[in-house]
Structures are given as C-alpha cells and as structure tokens.
C-alpha cells in the first residue's frame, strides 16, 4: 500500500471515529434519510439477536440483510457500540482510500495535490458520513463498490469481482455495475473522456470474467444458503428490492408512489420501475467505451435516482465522485443550480419528515415533494455529468460557434 | 276426558322430559350475582347443555355423510356448524368494557378481552385441512351471531398452545389437534349479537333465567359480555355453555344513589317461571363480608358464603332483593387505599408521540408475598413490529432481564401473519416488574387502511396467565422477611393448595399510524412518472443525439458544418 506520509488522512479518519463515539448517533439510527429498510442497524441487530436465539429471522417481514452480514456478526465480529463505531469508521477510511487510489490510478501519478482533498471529501460529505455514524451498512456497500472500481482500475480482476459479488449480495440494484466494472477490468481507468475512440480491447477477453463473476456470485449464493438451512432469504432481502414490500419513507421515488399505488396496478408498476433501471446500462457502456470508470460513475448516478431503497449514501457517493472528474468542470452547465437544489432538498427532507411523523402537523406530501426536490437534484447532477462528458470530447470552441444536437 | 290446561303442560312436559333423557340432554342454567365492593353488581348467567355420550366429528371422516343427529335440547344450528367443521372445542366471546381487575376481582368467566375472540381446538388431518375448516367455521359462526368474526383472517390468527390449554378432553384422533385464536379487538357487541344467541337456548327468553336477558338494560352495564363455549368431556359428552357476564351499577340507577338493588331494579323483569325442561335452575348469589345487608326472600340454601335460591315452577314470580337499610347514598371507597382484588395487576402502555417509532412497556404488579411465575403472552397483529433485541426487564429501577424467559416468538410477516411472543416473568414479593421494549410502527399501503384511518388500529390485548406461585424450592412459600400473619397464612395455604392459572387480560390499545394523503393517488403517479420520464427522456436525448459544431456566425462564405465523429 502507498503509504502517504502526510496526516491528512489518519487525522481525518481519527476526527471520523471521535463522532462516531459522541453521544449522539443515537438519535440517528432511526432517521429514515440515512437508513432504509435494507440498510438499519436495528433491524442489523433484531435479525442477529433472532438467530443466536434459534429463530429464523427470514421468517418475519423485518430483517432484510443478507445472510453473509448475519452470519458476519454473529460469529467473527459481534457487534457493540464500540466494534460497530470501529467498523463502519473503518469502512469509510478504507472507501475512501480506494477513491483516492482510483484517483491516482486515473491521473497516472503517485501521488498528487488533490488527494487530500478528495479523501476529505469522502470523509467530511455529509450525505456519507452521516449514515455511517447512523451505523447504516450503506456504508459498507459504497465501500465495497469503490473496492470493485479500485480493483478493476489496477487490472486485478479476481478482486474486483469478488468484491462486486459480495455488493451484490448486499444490494441487488448493484447489478446494473456488473457490466461497466467488467469492462473496466480489460481496460485502463485513464481519463480519455477527451478523445473518445471505439473499444480497443477484444469484448471476448470479458467472457471469462463474467463467468468468474457468476461463479463468485453462485459461491455467494450457497454460502447464505448453508448460513439460513433454506432459501426463504432470497425472497426477503433481492426479492425486498423487486417486490417492495416495506413502504417505510426514504429519499427515493418509489416509496410513496407505490403506497398510492392500487392494488390492480402493482405488479405492472413494479417491473415498469425494475426494468427501468436496467435499460440505463447498455446505451452508458456504449456511449461510454472510451472510458468505462465515467459510465460507472454515471450508473451509480442512475441508482443514486432510481433506486427503490436508497438512502443518502447513495447520492453522497455519486456527488463525491464528481471529485475524481476535474477534466469536466468546465463544461457542466449547471453546476450551481444543482448545487442549490441539492441544498434546499437537503435541508427539506429531514425537516419535513420530522414534520410529518414526530410533530404532526405535516403530512406525508411535505415529505413527498421534498424527495421530489431531491430527486430532481440528483437528476440534475446526472444529466451534468452526462452532458459534460460528452461536450469535453468537442473541446474548446472557437467565438461563432455553437453546440447543437441534431 | 277433559284437557285441562294443567293436564296439558304436564303433558308436554312429561313428553319433553321423556324424549330428552331419551336422547340423553341436559340442560342445567345458573345465575350468578355478586356485590362489588365499589358498590357495582356483577352477573354471570351460564345455560349449559350436555349431550351425552357424544363425541366430537372425526375430522378424518369429513367426506363422509355425519350421522343423523337429532337434537332437541342441544342448539342446532351450533351443532350442525361443529359437526360441519370438526371442531372439538371452541370458545367465542364477545365483550365491551374494560374490565377492572384491581377492584372488581377476578370475573366469573375469564375470557373478558374487549371485542371478538375465538380459540378453537381442532384436530388436523392428513393434508392439513386446519386453516380450511378455520375459515369455514369462521364464516359460519359470523353468519349464526351476526358478528364481524370473518375479519378474523389471518392476519390475527396464531397459535398460543402454552396460553390457551384446551379445557376439555381432546380425543384420540388419528392427528393430533390445533389450536386457532384470534381476536378482534374493535368488534362492537349490541343486540343483534343477543338475538341469535338467545335462540340457541331451548327456553329461548320466554322463561327460566334467561327471561332476565332485556338488552336495554343488559347494553347499559359497565361491563357486558357474552360467550360461547364447546368441549368435549369424556365422561359425559359434548357440552355447550351460554354465558353472560354483565357489570351493572345499581347506585347509577337508583334516585338516591343507594347500592340497594333487586333483579327489577337491575333487569327491570323478574323470574316469572322456571324452563319446563332445565334440570336445575339456580340463582346464587354471593354474600357480601358485612353484616349489614338485608336480601329477600330468603334463599332456599346457604352454604359458604353463597346463597343458593332454586326455582321451581309451581311457585310465583322471583324478585331477589338486596338492600342496606342503614346505610344512605353509597361512598365509593378510596381506590388508592383498596387493596387490589387480583394477586398480581397488569398495566400495558405504548409510549411515544412519533408515528414511525414507540415504545410498548408492560407493568405488572405483585400483590402477593410469595414469587409469582406468570405467562405473557403477546398476538400482535404486524400493525406493530417488535424489536425483541431490545426488551429490558426492571425491578425498582434496577435491571433485572434474568426475570424475563421468552418461550417462543415467532416474528411478523407485513401483511399476513402477527407476532407471536410468549414468555415466562419471575415477579419478586410485592414488587412491580417494568418491561420496555421499542417498537416500530409500519407503513401500509393506500388500500390496507380502514375508512377512518385517523382513528388508529385496535391492538388485541396482552394475556397475563400467574400459573405458578411460591418458590418451587420451598415447600411454605413464605416471604423471607416478615412473619406471617393470620390472614397471609391463610393465604399461602390456599395458594399452595395449587391454584387454577387464571387468564388476566390487559385493556386494547390504539396504535396510530402514519397515514399517505388519501386524495393524492393520481397527483402522486403523475408527479413521480413526470419526474422519471423527465431524467429519462433528457439521459435519453443525451445519449442518442450526435453533437454537432453549428456556426450561428451569419458569414456567409464561413458556413461550415463538422460532424463529431461519435
């Protein structure tokens, strides 16, 4: 590991782990912006309690975490206020860390001015750090996704797709990384977001891969199998993600949108909003050939929006990648209207949802339209980013000229 | 010859008489009527009929044709559902009120939670047809007392076999039996409940005891329940039990507010004649520990503090009388003072003001001076989602979660299945055991909630069930501190002559829960899809057009187009 001699790093993360034993996280692990139905720590702890106890957490409607995370932290790591302080601090260190070696690798150096500033970014964004302290294993999921894209960006394929089998194993929207991450793998990471050429590398070297991912995933798979004695943990935690069967309130779209929903229309509306999510893949990659860490970076985008769970880790991990993109500044055309709906939305969406469920005198629509707000905010920020890498490909334009599309 | 009148009803009555010892009926009724000490009267009316030597349906046999039965005491239309369904032994209640344990005691029947409740033991076959016939008997019995008892589905049915042991026999059948409770606590009772239910009498209201039945008054009490109640008895037969259990509040009616008070004053009727064919028809009534009562006319049989009046048919109508003459308008006792009538009190609370997150603490109190094991037992629809991990048992503020031993839980499945939790507390010697555990409140779909969804959700109550008093180990039981006194004494030697677990159960509870905007179904999909298609449309747009170099510069001769070579 390029160790850094600066003390940048270890005094943020020392910072991080300070917060992380104040006193007040407590009142965080409820907090539905930071943590969903997927990613609590109390139900984290509900379904390890049940199953020390000889229950089958699978067997109630409330525990939705993968098996391997069950089994994690009921033999090798168990969880405390201290170990779990501990653990998610590291988590963020470790994710950030992996974002800054993907910096590097990008830029081709070993070291750089801006990697300080990239990894506080990770460590100080708000939307990472403040489900972390709420103990929300959306952490480990961003976690493992920058693993993923670290390891693909150096060539080390075996890591990088394990690492994005176990995310999926967490996570099943995470699929929609499988391919951009696969392809990364056979190329290089360097930014040629400015001069886009075809795919160089043969596609039939990704065939491999894609079966080691689906043996890792297969392995995975059996793994939770033996954990649960049965398979009832497929339909409660991937099946959670097609099915939704929690409406618990979250930052994202479907939550009120299938609680109004009829009961006639539910299974249409359900795979329209699954398969919606699926279409972005192939269009990015293809768009994207020249440089496959941007059109991952625009997929986490696509989930960061889209996701039927998320929390605000999601679009916290999105934004702080904008980080390792400085060749697109320039050209975003809107940077500061996204910045201020990200920043009214933000504000709105803890607001409103105290309004609604602690004081009384709001209704769920106040809620509602702020993660319409925010929505609006992070689809703003994808369509920048999007437009951006495109227009970075054109370059300076001489006096008289314009952009258009045709 | 001449038919006199006379000569007729004993006519008829001979041949009633004579057809159903035939048949093998018997038809015993009962009331009950005992003083409270806050001045209330409680009243138990209970028509029993045996049908002996019969034997619950073998479910095993159900394609097959039943054999005949023919009843003439034994309700039909009970009987044929039993039959219908297989059902060994089946406990319907239907309550309103709260009823106080602290001072009226412990009731007569123990089945006192508010609203519906129906336990059913059944014996399985060999697909299993349990929940079949469970819903079949459900619809039916729902049909026969006009009760909302379909609602029962099974998103509150569980199977509490540690709380509700059958209290008949369950016959060797060739798979064992199951049980099937559940309750609905928000179920009203009035008389369209009453009507069916009297018509499975024999003497239906016309005479016997059940001519006291006026639903003015019987409606009016402070506490009214009736029940059902089927088992099977292998000495005798197949019994069926009425029951109505009524608080009534004698000082309320009276115009002097005196607690005085007669069967016309309470039932605004009198017992004109006795049911021709009830074997025995007896009032008793339980006498107060003072003296200073005065009770007409006097009672055919006094023994242990019960009166026993029996009627008969030739005498005339019967209005038992109880009155204080010394005393003037009745003063309620200080109930903080009184002692409480029950071994241990139950409170059950839910704590919080948020709509996403409460809390459930369960306090219970025991009057007694010996430890006291008690079973909890908790049916929670999934309206209200435990976290288990986080249930703490405290005794005097100090923590005390080896006092708590959970049984079985079986977690809830969002709509479908409730929680299932039974445990076992340890309650120290005069001392009052706090639970607390965080609960979360779910979200339900549009469709799940009820027309007056600001109201909130009926929690069905908690089962408290003292099973075991006194420390196993030590033969006396007695506390180790002080020496016991004459009455404690007392006390202990009838608790450790071994005592019937009885069921206490806590009041309902109403849970509110976060509620969508009910006008917004069609805002909702339009604001969503808007801000979808939007993305998608603009990622699209993005994605699919080529970008080109477009001069606007109006030279003409510099006009130059450049494709991007995409």
Same mark, same amino acid.
């Given at each position: 590991?390029?160790?850094?001699?600066?003390?940048?790093?270890?005094?943020?993360?020392?910072?991080?782990?300070?917060?992380?034993?104040?006193?007040?996280?407590?009142?965080?692990?409820?907090?539905?912006?930071?943590?969903?139905?997927?990613?609590?720590?109390?139900?984290?702890?509900?379904?390890?309690?049940?199953?020390?106890?000889?229950?089958?957490?699978?067997?109630?409607?409330?525990?939705?975490?993968?098996?391997?995370?069950?089994?994690?932290?009921?033999?090798?790591?168990?969880?405390?206020?201290?170990?779990?302080?501990?653990?998610?601090?590291?988590?963020?260190?470790?994710?950030?860390?992996?974002?800054?070696?993907?910096?590097?690798?990008?830029?081709?150096?070993?070291?750089?001015?801006?990697?300080?500033?990239?990894?506080?970014?990770?460590?100080?964004?708000?939307?990472?750090?403040?489900?972390?302290?709420?103990?929300?294993?959306?952490?480990?999921?961003?976690?493992?996704?920058?693993?993923?894209?670290?390891?693909?960006?150096?060539?080390?394929?075996?890591?990088?797709?394990?690492?994005?089998?176990?995310?999926?194993?967490?996570?099943?929207?995470?699929?929609?990384?499988?391919?951009?991450?696969?392809?990364?793998?056979?190329?290089?990471?360097?930014?040629?977001?400015?001069?886009?050429?075809?795919?160089?590398?043969?596609?039939?070297?990704?065939?491999?891969?894609?079966?080691?991912?689906?043996?890792?995933?297969?392995?995975?798979?059996?793994?939770?199998?033996?954990?649960?004695?049965?398979?009832?943990?497929?339909?409660?935690?991937?099946?959670?993600?097609? /099915?939704?069967?929690?409406? /618990?309130?979250?930052?994202?779209?479907?939550?009120?949108?299938?609680?109004?929903?009829?009961?006639?229309?539910?299974?249409?509306?359900?795979?329209?909003?699954?398969?919606?999510?699926?279409?972005?893949?192939?269009?990015?990659?293809?768009?994207?050939?020249?440089?496959?860490?941007?059109?991952?970076?625009?997929?986490?985008?696509?989930?960061?929006?889209?996701?039927?769970?998320?929390?605000?880790?999601?679009?916290?991990?999105?934004?702080?990648?904008?980080?390792?993109?400085?060749?697109?500044?320039?050209?975003?055309?809107?940077?500061?209207?996204?910045?201020?709906?990200?920043?009214?939305?933000?504000?709105?969406?803890?607001?409103?949802?105290?309004?609604?469920?602690?004081?009384?005198?709001?209704?769920?629509?106040?809620?509602?339209?702020?993660?319409?707000?925010?929505?609006?905010?992070?689809?703003?920020?994808?369509?920048?980013?999007?437009?951006?890498?495109?227009?970075?490909?054109?370059?300076?334009?001489?006096?008289?000229?314009?952009?258009?599309?045709? | 010859?001449?038919?006199?009148?006379?000569?007729?009803?004993?006519?008829?009555?001979?041949?009633?008489?004579?057809?159903?010892?035939?048949?093998?009926?018997?038809?015993?009724?009962?009331? /009950?009527?005992?003083?409270?000490?806050?001045?209330?009267?409680?009243?138990?009316?209970?028509?029993?009929?045996?049908?002996?030597?019969?034997?619950?349906?073998?479910?095993?046999?159900?394609?097959?044709?039943?054999?005949?039965?023919?009843?003439?005491?034994?309700?039909?239309?009970?009987?044929?559902?039993?039959?219908?369904?297989?059902?060994?032994?089946?406990?319907?209640?239907?309550?309103?009120?709260?009823?106080?344990?602290?001072?009226?005691?412990?009731?007569?029947?123990?089945?006192?939670?508010?609203?519906?409740?129906?336990?059913?033991?059944?014996?399985?076959?060999?697909?299993?047809?349990?929940?079949?016939?469970?819903?079949?008997?459900?619809?039916?019995?729902?049909?026969?007392?006009?009760?909302?008892?379909?609602?029962?589905?099974?998103?509150?049915?569980?199977?509490?076999?540690?709380?509700?042991?059958?209290?008949?026999?369950?016959?060797?059948?060739?798979?064992?039996?199951?049980?099937?409770?559940?309750?609905?606590?928000?179920?009203?009772?009035?008389?369209?409940?009453?009507?069916?239910?009297?018509?499975?009498?024999?003497?239906?209201?016309?005479?016997?005891?059940?001519?006291?039945?006026?639903?003015?008054?019987?409606?009016?009490?402070?506490?009214?329940?009736?029940?059902?109640?089927?088992?099977?008895?292998?000495?005798?037969?197949?019994?069926?039990?009425?029951?109505?259990?009524?608080?009534?509040?004698?000082?309320?009616?009276?115009?002097?507010?005196?607690?005085?008070?007669?069967?016309?004053?309470?039932?605004?009727?009198?017992?004109?004649?006795?049911?021709?064919?009830?074997?025995?028809?007896?009032?008793?009534?339980?006498?107060?520990?003072?003296?200073?009562?005065?009770?007409?006319?006097?009672?055919?049989?006094?023994?242990?503090?019960?009166?026993?009046?029996?009627?008969?048919?030739?005498?005339?109508?019967?209005?038992?009388?109880?009155?204080?003459?010394?005393?003037?308008?009745?003063?309620?006792?200080?109930?903080?003072?009184?002692?409480?009538?029950?071994?241990?009190?139950?409170?059950?609370?839910?704590?919080? /003001?948020?709509?996403?997150?409460?809390?459930?603490?369960?306090?219970?109190?025991?009057?007694?001076?010996?430890?006291?094991?008690?079973?909890?037992?908790?049916?929670?629809?999934?309206?209200?989602?435990?976290?288990?991990?986080?249930?703490?048992?405290?005794?005097?503020?100090?923590?005390?979660?080896?006092?708590?031993?959970?049984?079985?839980?079986?977690?809830?499945?969002?709509?479908?299945?409730?929680?299932?939790?039974?445990?076992?507390?340890?309650?120290?010697?005069?001392?009052?055991?706090?639970?607390?555990?965080?609960?979360?409140?779910?979200?339900?779909?549009?469709?799940?909630?009820?027309?007056?969804?600001?109201?909130?959700?009926?929690?069905?109550?908690?089962?408290?069930?003292?099973?075991?008093?006194?420390?196993?180990?030590?033969?006396?039981?007695?506390?180790?501190?002080?020496?016991?006194?004459?009455?404690?004494?007392?006390?202990?030697?009838?608790?450790?002559?071994?005592?019937?677990?009885?069921?206490?159960?806590?009041?309902?509870?109403?849970?509110?829960?976060?509620?969508?905007?009910?006008?917004?179904?069609?805002?909702?999909?339009?604001?969503?899809?808007?801000?979808?298609?939007?993305?998608?449309?603009?990622?699209?747009?993005?994605?699919?057009?080529?970008?080109?170099?477009?001069?606007?510069?109006?030279?003409?001769?510099?006009?130059?187009?450049?494709?991007?070579?995409?």
């Amino acid at each position: 590991m390029d160790s850094d001699p600066d003390f940048a790093f270890p005094a943020l993360v020392a910072a991080r782990l300070l917060l992380a034993f104040a006193p007040l996280p407590d009142a965080l692990k409820y907090d539905q912006q930071l943590s969903s139905p997927l990613t609590s720590y109390s139900r984290l702890r509900e379904g390890i309690y049940l199953f020390q106890h000889g229950i089958d957490p699978y067997s109630g409607g409330s525990f939705r975490h993968s098996p391997l995370l069950l089994s994690l932290f009921s033999t090798v790591l168990p969880l405390t206020p201290y170990t779990s302080a501990l653990l998610w601090t590291a988590a963020d260190a470790v994710a950030a860390w992996a974002l800054v070696r993907i910096w590097r690798l990008r830029t081709g150096a070993k070291k750089t001015s801006r990697d300080r500033q990239i990894a506080a970014l990770y460590l100080l964004n708000p939307y990472i750090f403040l489900p972390s302290l709420a103990l929300s294993t959306s952490s480990l999921e961003n976690m493992l996704c920058l693993l993923a894209i670290m390891f693909a960006c150096r060539g080390r394929a075996s890591a990088s797709l394990l690492a994005l089998a176990a995310l999926l194993q967490l996570s099943l929207p995470s699929i929609l990384l499988l391919a951009p991450v696969l392809l990364l793998n056979i190329t290089r990471p360097v930014s040629r977001l400015a001069l886009p050429q075809p795919l160089d590398a043969p596609l039939k070297q990704a065939v491999p891969l894609l079966a080691e991912f689906l043996g890792y995933t297969v392995l995975l798979t059996f793994a939770s199998t033996l954990v649960c004695g049965n398979w009832a943990w497929v339909e409660k935690t991937w099946g959670a993600s097609l /099915t939704l069967p929690d409406l /618990t309130p979250n930052p994202g779209l479907w939550w009120y949108f299938f609680t109004e929903m009829f009961d006639h229309f539910r299974p249409f509306f359900l795979m329209v909003f699954s398969v919606h999510l699926l279409i972005y893949v192939a269009p990015m990659c293809i768009k994207f050939q020249h440089d496959f860490l941007y059109a991952a970076f625009l997929l986490l985008g696509v989930l960061a929006v889209f996701k039927p769970y998320p929390t605000l880790s999601d679009p916290g991990l999105f934004l702080t990648m904008f980080s390792i993109f400085p060749e697109i500044y320039p050209y975003l055309r809107h940077p500061i209207v996204t910045a201020l709906i990200h920043l009214h939305a933000s504000l709105l969406l803890p607001l409103f949802n105290s309004l609604w469920l602690r004081q009384g005198t709001g209704n769920a629509n106040f809620f509602y339209a702020s993660t319409l707000v925010f929505g609006m905010g992070n689809g703003a920020a994808l369509l920048d980013a999007i437009w951006a890498g495109l227009r970075i490909a054109i370059g300076e334009l001489k006096d008289g000229f314009e952009i258009a599309q045709e | 010859m001449r038919w006199g009148g006379s000569w007729r009803t004993c006519f008829l009555l001979a041949l009633h008489l004579v057809a159903a010892s035939a048949q093998g009926e018997v038809f015993e009724e009962e009331l /009950t009527l005992r003083p409270l000490r806050d001045g209330k009267l409680e009243a138990r009316f209970s028509f029993a009929t045996l049908l002996k030597g019969a034997t619950p349906r073998n479910p095993g046999a159900l394609t097959v044709d039943d054999e005949a039965q023919h009843y003439t005491l034994f309700p039909l239309a009970l009987g044929q559902i039993l039959r219908e369904h297989a059902v060994t032994e089946l406990h319907l209640t239907l309550n309103a009120g709260k009823w106080n344990y602290d001072h009226w005691g412990y009731p007569e029947e123990p089945g006192v939670g508010t609203g519906a409740e129906l336990w059913v033991w059944m014996a399985d076959t060999s697909p299993s047809s349990v929940d079949q016939r469970w819903q079949g008997l459900r619809h039916s019995l729902a049909g026969l007392f006009c009760a909302s008892l379909g609602h029962l589905d099974d998103q509150r049915t569980t199977s509490p076999a540690l709380t509700f042991q059958p209290e008949g026999s369950l016959p060797n059948f060739t798979h064992p039996h199951q049980l099937r409770h559940a309750t609905l606590p928000s179920e009203h009772v009035c008389t369209e409940n009453l009507t069916p239910f009297l018509k499975l009498l024999p003497c239906k209201s016309l005479s016997g005891i059940a001519s006291l039945l006026n639903p003015h008054r019987l409606f009016d009490a402070d506490w009214h329940g009736l029940g059902v109640h089927v088992r099977y008895r292998q000495d005798a037969g197949v019994e069926v039990r009425l029951a109505f259990q009524a608080v009534f509040d004698p000082v309320r009616y009276s115009h002097d507010r005196r607690r005085d008070w007669s069967l016309r004053s309470v039932f605004d009727r009198t017992i004109e004649r006795a049911c021709p064919v009830a074997r025995s028809s007896v009032v008793r009534i339980e006498l107060p520990s003072e003296t200073s009562y005065v009770m007409s006319p006097g009672p055919t049989d006094v023994v242990d503090n019960v009166a026993t009046f029996a009627i008969d048919s030739g005498k005339e109508a019967l209005d038992i009388s109880m009155q204080w003459p010394g005393e003037g308008s009745f003063e309620y006792q200080d109930t903080s003072k009184a002692p409480p009538l029950t071994d241990i009190s139950v409170r059950r609370n839910l704590e919080g /003001t948020g709509q996403a997150e409460a809390r459930l603490t369960l306090e219970v109190a025991n009057n007694l001076p010996i430890q006291v094991s008690a079973g909890y037992l908790e049916s929670m629809p999934w309206h209200l989602q435990f976290y288990l991990h986080t249930l703490r048992a405290h005794v005097d503020g100090a923590p005390r979660d080896d006092l708590v031993n959970i049984i079985s839980y079986s977690p809830p499945v969002p709509h479908s299945r409730p929680a299932l939790l039974q445990a076992v507390l340890t309650l120290p010697p005069h001392a009052t055991l706090h639970l607390t555990m965080d609960v979360s409140k779910p979200f339900l779909r549009y469709t799940e909630h009820p027309p007056d969804a600001q109201r909130g959700w009926d929690l069905p109550p908690a089962v408290v069930v003292p099973f075991a008093f006194g420390d196993p180990l030590s033969t006396n039981g007695t506390a180790a501190n002080e020496p016991p006194s004459g009455s404690l004494r007392t006390q202990q030697r009838a608790l450790a002559q071994g005592r019937r677990p009885r069921r206490m159960y806590t009041p309902v509870m109403l849970v509110d829960l976060a509620t969508p905007d009910f006008s917004m179904p069609y805002n909702v999909i339009i604001m969503s899809c808007t801000l979808i298609a939007l993305i998608f449309g603009s990622v699209f747009n993005l994605l699919t057009r080529r970008f080109v170099v477009v001069e606007v510069d109006p030279r003409p001769e510099k006009q130059a187009a450049t494709d991007d070579a995409q």
